[in-house]
């Protein structure tokens, strides 16, 4: 393993340094817990890391009876007794390592498994807010590569740690067995050649990190000057000299830095090399000297046993000097799972929530406010009422708040000040579950899964039988489509949804809703256009859908509108008009300005005209 580990390079960076997490009880025990339901397991690892520690070490140990017993006794039967136990041992550790490996991924399989779905679960729960408001990538990366880090740390920091240590302990209690002087000798020798290696490779990775900001300027270069556009401007304005000449200083300092870079890598070898020969000199300097001048029972075995057993050190103390840095970026890893898991969801159901027996679909707003930041209000004394069966269209200006209105409903949102109703209850009251079973969304952008048609429509009743599907598809005047093609239902989508048309998608869509069956429907018109023959599709599918039922139809369109029993006009987060299509028409306010710019031009291209408008418009 590098020093370091395979977290990355072996020293933390600026801003690892700054963002050092705080290692508290608190964490350990938090950590703990996660290890906890397979502690049986980690118990076996650890007396199978103590053993193969012992048999790895037992070679050394037995070359000393090798020289002793063997070659200087001259007994060829102790020396092959000897030899042939040793081998034996060797391969017993590394069986027994082909089970520690197997055991320590199986644990960290299971711990990241159980990591990863909490994390899933609990993602389920935020709320909007935190979907819109955090980068879809971070929340990606919390999910797989912080939650495969935790598979490293327990694979490797933590292994390291145990198997490192383990073989240290056990050495240097072998040793002292040996010799106790000489035993002291070999450990005053470690610190030699641990520094340097770790100044080496500080080192080294200065230089690295130069290197690769040199080549990223060089690449940077041939990118901008090599490519087609690139040539030209060169070209046109004569720069092919000075370009050469930028180009050849920045190759001049690329070689010096590989050069150095090289160099580097041979003064570490030659610090190891050298430091790891000083030790093994020492113990035999020192070992002759006692064996010939003060204790004669010191054999030339034992002296070889603590030059053995030295050359063992070696790699763990420097692991265990590099895994500091291993150990502060696990803590730094779990600490950022455990913030994900500690974020309360924003939007929850009430511990006494309700769940009404049957369901009317009538929505009342009572002076509701609503900011997505304090500092900017969108919604502003929102107060109307829907009645079962009854349809409500919403217009207004681009931004003035239409979605968001709606998105309180079924509570992707909460108020900030007021009350939504559903069926006469306040929402934040009712069993969440219910409140979304119960409406409909058909909202402006379609999503819709990579999956079949099917599959797509069955999200909405998992067990709608053939006849429920290709009826809900005729009526929301998508059959057509799905018959003509080869696999009919069955036929692939794309990534969401992307081998369809925009008309289609929502057609779609509307079929799915038209198998939830909800009490309340919600119809977020496109503002994209459309032509007019989709246009049609949709306006057919969707008016015999809102004559039945209690609807909210967020309306962008004049078909769509003329539909509803009541328009609701809102401006700046406020209903400045409400009444039906006449009375609003005659009244001669912000409809009919609307009315007049925007229906009459569009009806000359259309025959259902876009009735959307942007803001200054009006
Ligand atoms: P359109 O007809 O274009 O869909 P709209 O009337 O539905 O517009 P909303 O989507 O409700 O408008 O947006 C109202 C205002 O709230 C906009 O100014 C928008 O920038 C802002 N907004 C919308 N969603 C968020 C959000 N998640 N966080 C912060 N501000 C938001």
């Not at 054999?299 to 603590?306: E, F, M, N, P």
Request: charged fraction near 20%.
């Amino acid at each position: 393993m590098p020093p370091g580990g395979r977290l990355g390079p072996g020293y933390l960076t600026e801003e690892e340094k700054k963002n050092q997490p705080k290692v508290t009880k608190g964490l350990l025990l938090r950590i703990y817990s996660y290890l906890k339901p397979y502690r049986k397991q980690m118990a076996l690892v650890l007396l199978a890391i103590l053993i193969s520690a012992v048999l790895t070490l037992m070679p050394s140990v037995l070359t000393g009876k090798i020289i002793d017993e063997g070659l200087i006794a001259k007994n060829m039967k102790a020396l092959l007794m000897f030899i042939g136990l040793s081998f034996g041992l060797t391969l017993v550790a590394n069986l027994i390592g082909i089970l520690e490996s197997y055991l320590n991924t199986w644990i960290a399989q299971h711990i990241t498994f159980d990591m990863r779905n909490k994390m899933y679960k609990h993602l389920q729960t935020m709320s909007q807010r935190f979907f819109t408001s955090n980068n879809q990538g971070d929340i990606i990366t919390r999910m797989t590569s912080d939650i495969s880090g935790v598979q490293t740390v327990i694979t490797n920091t933590l292994a390291s740690i145990l198997s490192n240590s383990i073989t240290l302990i056990v050495a240097m209690v072998l040793m002292f067995r040996e010799n106790w002087i000489l035993a002291l000798v070999g450990i005053a020798v470690v610190p030699l050649f641990a520094i340097p290696t770790r100044n080496a490779g500080k080192r080294r990775w200065v230089i690295t990190k130069d290197s690769q900001a040199c080549n990223d300027e060089i690449n940077g270069i041939l990118n901008e000057t090599l490519s087609v556009s690139g040539q030209l401007l060169v070209k046109l304005f004569g720069m092919e000299e000075k370009e050469y000449r930028k180009y050849e200083t920045v190759n001049r300092k690329m070689i010096g830095l590989n050069i150095k870079e090289s160099m580097a890598g041979r003064w570490f070898r030659m610090a190891l090399g050298t430091f790891t020969n000083i030790g093994p000199m020492l113990i035999y300097l020192i070992g002759g000297l006692i064996m010939m001048r003060y204790d004669s029972s010191v054999t030339v075995g034992q002296i070889s046993v603590l030059v053995a057993l030295l050359g063992k050190m070696y790699m763990p103390v420097n692991q265990l000097l590099n895994i500091q840095v291993d150990w502060i970026r696990s803590m730094a890893l779990f600490t950022r799972i455990f913030e994900y898991y500690d974020m309360k969801p924003e939007i929850e159901n009430a511990p006494d929530a309700i769940r009404p027996q049957s369901v009317r679909g009538e929505v009342e707003f009572k002076n509701v406010r609503f900011y997505y930041e304090p500092e900017r209000e969108i919604l502003k004394n929102i107060s109307f009422k829907l009645d079962k069966g009854k349809c409500i269209a919403i217009v207004g200006p681009s931004g003035s708040g239409k979605s968001t209105l709606i998105n309180l409903i079924p509570r992707l949102y909460d108020v900030i000040d007021g009350t939504v109703l559903f069926d006469g209850e306040d929402v934040r009251k009712l069993d969440l579950n219910f409140l979304r079973e119960n409406i409909g969304i058909v909202s402006q952008e379609t999503y819709l899964f990579n999956g079949t048609i099917r599959e797509n429509l069955l999200y909405a009743k998992p067990d709608a039988t053939e006849e429920e599907l290709i009826d809900a598809c005729k009526r929301a005047n998508i059959y057509d489509f799905i018959e003509k093609q080869e696999t009919g239902l069955d036929t692939v989508v794309g990534n969401r949804g992307l081998k369809l048309s925009g008309g289609e998608k929502q057609r779609i869509s509307i079929a799915r809703i038209l198998l939830k069956d909800p009490a309340l429907l919600i119809f977020d018109e496109a503002t994209s256009a459309l032509d007019s023959i989709s246009e049609q599709k949709i306006q057919d599918a969707i008016e015999p859908l809102i004559a039945s039922r209690t609807g909210i139809l967020i309306a962008h369109r004049l078909s769509t509108i003329l539909a509803a029993d009541e328009i609701l006009v809102i401006k700046d987060g406020e209903i400045t008009e409400r009444g039906t299509h006449q009375e609003l028409v005659s009244a001669g306010g912000v409809y009919t300005q609307l009315y007049e710019t925007q229906f009459s031009k569009a009806a000359a291209v259309s025959s259902a005209p876009d009735f959307s408008y942007s803001e200054g418009e009006t």
